[in-house]
């Protein structure tokens, strides 16, 4: 069992910059674990932000946030983090954290991030 709980989401400006932060706690091996950051915004399908694969350190990004998101993970502290620059009001939505295994995939609650004037 995974217990994810993600922080750092707020209402910020267009063009503004928010550094989101998931904490995990899990008996096992926080390396061994494939995490990713989805979003989903009313009416929409949750999609997948960003992604770091276990063990190795290659992040991917969704197209639409390319060259404005950071993903990055710190096994040894068992975390995950997303630097988003560039705010756009599309970014909208609520912002979730997924670990996930072979055999089973885990969410935190949630974030709220919000990008008006």
């Known amino acids: 069992q995974v217990q994810l709980v993600e922080s750092g989401g707020d209402w910020v400006q267009p063009g503004g910059s928010l550094r989101l932060l998931c904490t995990s706690s899990?008996?096992?091996?926080?390396?061994?674990?494939?995490m990713a950051w989805y979003r989903q915004s009313p009416g929409s399908q949750r999609e997948l932000v960003a992604s770091?694969?276990?063990?190795?350190?290659?992040?991917r990004y969704a197209d639409s946030v390319k060259g404005r998101f950071t993903v990055s993970r710190d096994n040894a502290r068992r975390t995950i983090s997303l630097q988003m620059n560039g705010l756009k009001p599309e970014d909208t939505a609520v912002y979730y954290c997924?670990?996930?295994?072979?055999?089973?995939?885990?969410w935190g609650q949630g974030t709220q991030v919000t990008v008006s004037s």
């Open positions: 997924n670990a996930k295994l072979p055999q089973n995939s885990y």
């Open positions: 770091m694969p276990r063990y190795d350190s290659t992040p």
């Open positions: 899990s008996a096992t091996e926080f390396a061994v674990y494939d």
